[in-house]
């Protein structure tokens, strides 16, 4: 089992649609848990940080972590095309500026 | 503007060639990391270093090294690269004991023949 599980997708929207994006994870000792953007042949990029439990909010995207269950969530309101891209969970046990450990990825595209 | 450049966006090699793949950092990071990326099975961290001439072992180092010899610069080395081995290679940099400081490069595809 991977420590932490991410749906592939690939997952299509229409424009304005509210998406929700998925990570569970296994290791109890994860405390800091980021997502990141990645579009087509670029590197990833950090769109969201969260550490411990708890909700953040920027703008369209809302990063929630429920560490009783091992679930973290990103969720996009009014879906853009630009928004099309691979959304990447990633954690760490420490702050060390250390390992992540990554999701598969989920592909997102969002329909104009 | 932080920027973490890598030498090529696109290599094609021969099985057996030796092939280097350099990344440069401008922020004065400390941390250092390689990654490759395959469909399907997300970044996998080949190796990393916390500091200049230090190297750890990520979780699939076989069939790679890496050489720190400046603060800005890591190189990954595939000794006799393999078809095993094309794949996206990602390079990163963060700060010390900053985890959402982790940056990435845009990338290297690397194709094996």
């Known amino acids: 089992q991977k420590e932490v599980e991410q749906d592939p997708g690939p997952l299509s929207v229409p424009e304005g649609a509210i998406v929700s994006l998925n990570c569970t994870y296994s290791n109890s000792a994860f405390q800091y848990f980021m997502w990141y953007r990645q579009y087509s042949r670029k590197g990833p990029e950090l769109l969201m940080y969260t550490y411990s439990s708890g909700n953040k909010e920027d703008g369209r995207f809302t990063a929630q972590v429920d560490k009783s269950s091992k679930y973290i969530s990103l969720f996009i309101r009014d879906s853009q095309p630009s928004d099309s891209a691979t959304y990447l969970c990633?954690?760490?046990?420490?702050?060390?500026?250390?390992?992540?450990?990554f999701g598969q990825g989920t592909e997102l595209s969002v329909k104009p | 503007d932080v920027k973490v450049t890598q030498s090529s966006r696109y290599l094609v090699k021969r099985t057996g060639e030796k092939v280097f793949l350099e990344c440069v950092q401008d922020?004065?990071?400390?941390?250092m990391f390689w990654y490759r990326q395959d469909p399907g099975l997300g970044l996998r961290l080949i190796y990393f270093s916390y500091d200049v001439k230090m190297k750890e072992k990520g979780d699939i180092p076989e069939g790679y090294s890496v050489s720190r010899e400046k603060k800005e610069r890591f190189s990954l080395i595939l000794e006799s690269a393999s078809t095993n081995q094309t794949s996206m290679y990602l390079c990163?940099?963060?700060?010390?004991?900053?985890?959402?400081?982790?940056?990435f490069g845009p990338g290297t595809r690397l194709l094996v023949l």
């Open positions: 990163a940099s963060s700060l010390p004991r900053q985890v959402e400081t982790q940056y």
């Open positions: 922020m004065d990071h400390e941390n």
């Open positions: 990633a954690m760490s046990p420490y702050n060390q500026g250390g390992k992540l450990i």
